[in-house]
């Protein structure tokens, strides 16, 4: 198993809450109801799995291994990359805003978490695209020979995200695609 496999398998399951976060704002620009702790529930997703999870195995273990190799952080691919997770860090604060003012009744919090979620839902299916199609291609033919290394460093990521809390996200994910769709 290849590091880059173990990050487009993320991607899949990343892609899976990006298909709930559209399911849920359909809902809302229905004026339906949707419950203020799946939302919540999306916003921890969101932070622990794709963002302390998968992007911390990005930022501080792949995409640091490339500029040791020579690849430009600052500026270049790599650097679009992190501008992106910047973005999409903003994007979910925007998200968790709108859900405590959905949650307070505040007027148009629904549209705005959709706006958030719908901005945060374009952004990282272009982002995933290019990181599966032209970023870890790249980083393939830059790093073969040293990909042992890799997986031990993303298992020390895992381990200091705690026991179990990658699977507890997989199926949490799940759990959500299930109600956002019903
Ligand atoms: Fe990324
Ligand atoms: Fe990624």
Redesign the pocket.
Same mark, same amino acid.
């Given at each position: 198993m290849k590091s880059t496999d173990t990050l487009m398998h993320e991607h899949r399951i990343i892609e899976k809450m990006l298909n709930v976060l559209s399911n849920y704002s359909i809902k809302l620009e229905q004026n339906k109801r949707v419950q203020p702790a799946q939302l919540r529930a999306c916003v921890d997703f969101i932070r622990m799995f794709a963002d302390t999870c @998968? @992007?911390h195995k %990005?930022e501080g273990v792949l995409f640091a291994e490339m500029e040791s190799h020579g690849m430009p952080t600052n500026g270049g691919p790599v650097g679009v990359?992190l501008a992106? &997770?910047e973005m999409g860090r903003n994007y979910v604060k925007g998200m968790a805003k709108a859900i405590d003012d959905y949650e307070n009744g505040v007027a148009n919090a629904d549209k705005e978490f959709v706006r958030n979620a719908q901005g945060y839902v374009g952004l990282l299916s272009q &982002?995933i695209n290019k %990181?599966d199609n032209i970023l870890y291609p790249m980083a393939e033919q830059m790093l073969s020979d040293m990909d042992d290394g890799l997986m031990e460093r993303f298992a020390e990521v895992e381990k200091k995200l705690g026991e179990g809390v990658h699977e507890k996200y997989e199926n949490i994910v799940s759990q959500l695609e299930k109600d956002s769709s019903s």
């Open positions: @998968h @992007h %990005e990359m992106e &997770h &982002h %990181e």
